[in-house]
């Protein structure tokens, strides 16, 4: 490994990658299905409030549901049609959530999005831009990210950094809208950094994507003009090299207090895919109702890289790819590290969904767990220097609620814990239950 490439110094892990299922596939587009079943909370705060009834009339773009209050985001159909019904949906997390099932006009034209020059904007017509779009953080909880662009008038940010790392084992969307859209990135970042009123964006990428780095190189060397200059930080391949606050160290050398924000130690963080929805949003005006995912694993006959509308059933993308296979043991949203196994293909894609992976016995463990060894192979493991295996052994012992003491709330879930565990103990789903007992 190239010793000058950068990392963060405490803790990570090196699973198998598996990205080569999907990462020399172009992104393909999904033909729209015949009905879409959009979530109304895709984002971090409250759910959204519906603004349609059954039987309204909606085109492609139109906003469906509104937040009177607090956090959140905006939420666009991805297709012209009718209301079919409002009521609630399947959820990966919250089991079930509100929702708003559309019928697609199949006879309707696609609807068109003119760009425009965005420069003499002001910031809040920038701004007010990202926020009309419903954009949220794409690769991470969805956080509304005008909110996000709206630090505290006491913080010194001086610097943005964009996430094109991609450190989840399986998941190619990051690394293929880089190499298919890299001017697109660029001009997203200009925006972000003309909203925060700064200079300097430096992206990370991990370097087990050469071909990204060169086109976001290539890209970046003519968009570093007009005062702006934007970077490309290659990484060490390590997980989690993509989490906000390892990759802040990574790339900057600053490290950001326990409960404290980005904005604390004078940084922005952006996905490299939520840059992108904000140059659709500002340069188009455009809202943020699809999105690039892989569909990947062993399970699925054709594994890809597919732009899919939003509120998409899982379903209908195992339709389009010609089905699961045999072996089919575990379908997951998102990645292998931080996503959740699903029991139903009868669950829409959101803002937030990265992939589905479709997996067989051969690509999990699925073996019983067994009592914590004393190893401390976790401790060390951990990124955040936390102790996962005490948490593990208090939940089990019914005292959930005793675990802030090991920082149980300073844990983001990468899943490194569980993953170099030999005993194979579930630490991840104990620490959320811990945060769920600890915070009653």
Known sequence: MNDSLLTFPRGGVHPPEAKSLTAHLAVETLP???????????????????????KDQVAEGDVIGGVEKGLGAAIHTSVTGTVKTIGASAHPIAVKAPSVVIQTDTGAAPREWPASDW???????LLGRVKNAG????????????????????????????????CEPYLTTDHRLMLEHPEKVVEGAKILLS????????????ANKPDAIEAMKAACGEASSNGFNVTVSPLKVKYPQGSEKQLIQSITGRRVPGFGLPFDVGVIVQNVGTAKAIY????????????????????????ANLSVR?????????????????????????????GFAVSTLDIPVTKTTSGVLFLTED?????????CIRCGWCLEACPMGLLPNEIGVYVEAGRAGDTSRFGVFECFEC??????CPAKRPLVQFIRLAKMKAKK
Request: proline content about 8%; some cysteine.
């Open 32 to 54: 729209i299905p015949e009905e879409v079943e959009i979530l109304l909370n895709q984002h971090f705060g409250a759910p959204c409030k519906p603004l349609v009834k059954k």
């Open 119 to 125: 420069k003499a904007l002001p910031r809040d017509g």
């Open 135 to 166: 954009i949220v953080g794409i690769g991470g909880a969805g956080f509304p990210t005008h909110v996000k662009l709206s630090p505290p008038p006491d913080a010194k940010v001086d610097a943005l950094v964009l996430n094109g790392a991609e």
């Open 195 to 206: 909203i925060l009123g700064i200079k300097d964006c430096r992206i990370g990428i991990e």
């Open 280 to 303: 659709d949003a500002v340069v188009l005006q455009k809202p943020l109702y699809e999105k690039i995912i892989t569909v990947s694993g062993r399970g699925i006959a054709r594994p």
């Open 310 to 338: 939003i509120g998409t059933r899982i379903s209908d993308i195992v339709s389009f790819l010609g089905g699961t296979t045999s072996g089919l043991a575990k379908v997951v949203l998102g990645g292998p590290m931080m």
């Open 363 to 371: 690509e999990i463990d699925a073996r019983p767990y067994g009592q």
């Open 415 to 420: 899943g490194c814990c569980a993953y170099t």
